[in-house]
């Protein structure tokens, strides 16, 4: 078995709306082409030994506990390979339930589908998956420790932390979307104006100069004493000489932990004599330049929670510990208590293993231990000196008991140290007492502490201190989203986004689009290129200068990837016309109108579809959509207009020569068709088409009725404008037009705009495009000797795998089919093929160019006039 092809989805997409990460691969199968499970000997047996918590997995109808009937009444082992790549993920701490499993159109080939929890997790279940269900159909042993333990560190390198996931999980619950800026945690919440960015818990509100203050524990320490609060009394060192002097001023015991340290690293707690000071002096040093040597304060470990200027949560934490029963050695109680099943790898579970690391040695070394000694019954054994989650430690939640005196000092501190997030180390005998009562202290302020310990303590009540965050970054009513509209279909997607940007932006909104040429920020080409999957989606999404996304997307990046955001407030289709089948497993027209359907199906419930109602396949996706439906036609009477409108929908339809909306039983007139220029005075039936969507999503954006008047009136077809949409050029003797249509739909369009005009001579310069079937070519060959007088074939640069003769050769049976005395011209070079009709353009004629490089054939074409022109002038 092998894997043929593995796309990475990020959004919704054709395979899943509902399940956005999903990882898809298509396999071959090879020798198990024609063999079922139950086919083979023992392959249950060994699968339930390797993978005994497969049991829970649900057959195909849902069953629970129902995969290992499936697999004894025979499947397929692509489906296998589907369930053992979710049950290595969910092994490493990853819970992944979405899969299915598809044949594919090529005889011994599967789709295998399912979720993952990061990226690279995904990818290596995958091809371990593969490689461990054949080791299982062939006999062969299989391994598990390497890939659960690769798995493993995956998660731990890329997944959020505790604390990272809270926030998203409580902003995403309140509909807020988040984008993932980097490894390393630093998430975007909301999109451009709008947005807000927090890495861990600390939030583009944090000030530097606070977490500045709170790294450095000295200048923290006298800050807080300045201001009455209690702090244990100590000193900063940097050398052996200096440690003896602050021991003879503080005596014993004490703590010893770097200046700049967090997260309990480099600390020694309790020292009761020299050798001891100095070891941990040397630990420390590990760490910081400067070390702090302080009184150690005696008591239990409590944490306490300040957000936005507020006491939120307060935890016990407790050292890693074991307590013995008179018959186990330490290390025996260590592997007992981590077969607790709060217990994981780091921060997989609610607890973390504990590990006995150079630090637990140290302390079993001075109380004269080992990890084989046994511990008397009853007797508690700290194996941490720092009570840190992250090592193995417990919290008990205790917010209910914090004594008011202790609330407002934190909220205090928080104050002072200027912390919009704040965690507080407090150590005392009872948090329920006032601390200056209790002899307690403040040991240190955190910037960036740690929510685990309240929202999974160990003991106590979960507390929510997320929702206090979210709070803080959108108060009540503050939004998080921009408009989104996105635009799909096979031809007119382009214009259609460019013109609503260009009616946006006359609105007076700070516009974000993209397109197949490029994206667009108020309108500033950043980034050239076809632009229209989820990566140029994101970029507009992320800037934060922009208040309205306009997003052209097209099938590649829908297949690829999946889509660069969950939700849109308007998608529209445009249509779906033969073009690309038979590339990225897209083989039929009903199976490209389901790519397409990715738009509509990821509108919010509050949005609107808007859908072509002329086209039978674009009308259907609307009985697949959770969302309001605005249809738009050609024809006013169109019995799917009518029908939709007397239920009290809403429609734009060209009628009697206008641009007008149906609403209810009202019809609202927005413009002359005639009198819009992109219709080239109404030639250009195909842009009607896609003024009709933009009119639909400029009203349902609520724009009034003159300024979307206005924006079709002022949007002016250009190469600046719409480069290789409709440019054209009016040569004294004849014209040109430049067009980037590449498929038969596109091509027949600009026929039927030709068919208006009065030319003597109509000459195409067409090519195929090399990713296309034969039948795509003969097509385009075809309909172009149906609509010219005259045919140049041309190739493009780039032939996408095909040879010149595969290309052509189709192409120019189509037009000897229908037209065999046509004259057609073969110019390979389309430069070259250009220069040739301009120079040999009759009076009267008309040239439509059908370009690959839209930029360079205007430059050629306009350098062309330029030279015609001056002609005229000396004459």
């Known amino acids: 078995m092998k894997i043929t092809d593995l796309r990475v989805m990020r959004g919704p997409n054709y395979w899943s709306i509902k399940h956005p990460k999903i990882i898809v691969i298509k396999l071959t199968l090879d020798d198990f082409s024609q063999k079922l499970t139950n086919e083979i000997p023992h392959f249950l047996q060994r699968l339930k030994k390797t993978f005994p918590g497969m049991k829970s997995h649900r057959s195909t109808e849902g069953v629970e506990g129902g995969f290992f009937k499936t697999v004894e009444e025979g499947t397929t082992l692509g489906h296998v390979v589907q369930h053992v790549a979710l049950e290595l993920q969910t092994m490493a701490g990853m819970e992944c339930g979405y899969g299915r499993c598809y044949p594919a159109r090529e005889e011994g080939q599967l789709y295998v589908v399912f979720s993952y929890q990061e990226e690279r997790a995904g990818e290596h279940a995958a091809y371990t998956a593969v490689r461990m269900t054949e080791a299982l159909a062939r006999g062969e042993k299989v391994r598990l420790f390497d890939d659960i333990s690769r798995l493993h560190q995956i998660r731990e390198d890329e997944y959020f932390g505790p604390s990272t996931y809270s926030i998203i999980s409580e902003a995403v619950s309140r509909g807020i979307p988040y984008i ?46 300045e201001a009455g609060i209690p702090v244990p009394r100590g000193t900063t060192v940097s050398s052996q000489e200096d440690l003896k002097k602050a021991i003879n001023w503080l005596g014993f015991p004490l703590v010893i932990k770097p200046l700049d340290g967090n997260h309990g690293k480099g600390a020694t707690i309790n020292i009761m004599n020299l050798k001891d000071a100095q070891k941990g002096f040397t630990e420390a040093k590990r760490f910081s330049e400067g070390v702090i040597v302080e009184q150690y304060i005696q008591g239990f470990d409590f944490r306490l929670l300040v957000i936005n ?88 939640d205790v917010t209910d008991l914090v004594d008011p005196y202790n609330i407002l000092m934190a909220e205090r501190i928080a104050g002072l140290i200027g912390l919009d997030i704040c965690g507080i180390d407090v150590m005392t005998t009872d948090i329920a007492i006032p601390l200056n009562e209790a002899r307690g202290a403040v040991l240190e302020v955190n910037a960036a502490p740690g929510f685990r310990m309240h929202i999974s303590p160990t003991f106590g009540l979960a507390r929510n201190v997320a929702e206090p965050v979210i709070d803080m970054l959108f108060p009540h009513g503050k939004s998080s989203r921009i408009p989104i509209i996105a635009v799909t279909g096979t031809n007119g997607k382009t214009t259609t986004t460019r013109l609503i940007a260009h009616m946006v932006k006359a609105k007076g909104y700070q516009v974000g689009y993209t397109t197949t040429d490029g994206i667009y920020i108020q309108d500033k080409l950043l980034e050239k290129g076809d632009t229209t999957g989820s990566y140029s989606a994101e970029f507009v999404l992320k800037d934060p200068t922009v208040n309205f996304a306009v997003l052209e997307c097209a099938r590649g990046g829908l297949l690829r990837s999946g889509l660069g955001f969950q939700q849109c407030d308007i998608g529209i289709v445009t249509n779906v016309s033969s073009d690309h089948l038979g590339l990225r497993d897209i083989h039929t027209l009903d199976e490209l109108a389901q790519v397409k359907a990715v738009i509509p199906k990821s509108v919010s419930k509050d949005g609107y579809a808007i859908l072509n109602a002329d086209d039978d396949l674009v009308f259907a996706m609307a009985d697949e959509v959770d969302c309001k439906v605005a249809f738009f036609s050609m024809d006013e009477s169109n019995p799917r207009i009518l029908k939709h409108i007397a239920k009290g929908g809403l429609a734009a339809v060209f009628e009697n020569g206008y641009i007008s909306i149906f609403k209810n039983s009202y019809k609202i007139r927005i413009d002359r068709v005639a009198d819009v220029p992109l219709t080239f005075g109404g030639k250009a039936k195909f842009n009607i088409q896609n003024i009709l969507a933009a009119v639909l999503a400029g009203y349902i954006s609520h724009f009034e009725i003159e300024d979307i008047k206005t924006a079709l009136r002022t949007f ?82 780039d032939l996408r795998g095909k040879t010149a003769e595969e290309i052509v050769g ?66």
């Open 309 to 396: 200027g507020k006491f939120v949560a307060a935890a016990k934490r407790t050292p890693a510990m074991v307590k013995g029963d008179g018959s186990a050695t330490v290390k025996q109680l260590i592997d007992k208590e981590n077969r607790d099943p709060r217990r994981g790898i780091g921060h997989e579970k609610v607890l973390t293993k504990i590990k006995i690391d150079k630090h637990t040695r140290n302390i079993l070394k001075a109380q004269n231990l080992t990890s084989k000694s046994v511990l008397p019954a009853g007797e508690v054994l700290y194996l941490k000196s720092t009570a840190n989650i992250s090592t193995g430690g417990t919290a008990t």
């Open 180 to 225: 993932r800026l980097n490894r390393h945690s630093l998430i975007q919440l909301g999109y451009g104006v709008y947005q807000r960015r927090i890495q861990a818990t600390m939030t583009c509100k944090t000030a530097c100069f606070a977490v500045e203050i709170a790294g450095d524990k000295k200048a923290t320490k006298d800050m807080l004493d």
């Open 716 to 797: 002016i077809p250009s190469p600046a404008k719409t480069p290789g949409r409709m440019n054209l050029f009016k040569f004294p003797h004849f014209d040109v037009l430049i067009d980037y249509a590449h498929n038969v739909g596109g091509l027949m369009a600009i026929g039927e705009f030709m068919n208006e005009l009065d030319a003597t001579k109509k000459i195409g310069i067409i090519a195929g495009v090399g990713d296309r079937r034969s039948e795509d070519f003969y097509e385009i060959g075809r309909v172009a000797g149906e609509i010219f007088d005259e045919v140049i074939v041309r190739l493009d640069a």
């Open 810 to 875: 189709p192409i120019m049976q189509g037009i000897e089919d229908v037209a065999p005395d046509k004259p057609v011209k073969l110019i390979p070079e389309e430069m070259r093929a250009i220069a040739y009709a301009l120079e040999h353009g009759e009076h009267g004629s008309f040239i439509a160019i059908f370009t690959e490089d839209v930029q360079e054939s205007v430059k050629m074409v306009e350098s062309f006039k330029v030279i015609q022109d001056r002609k005229i002038l000396v004459e």
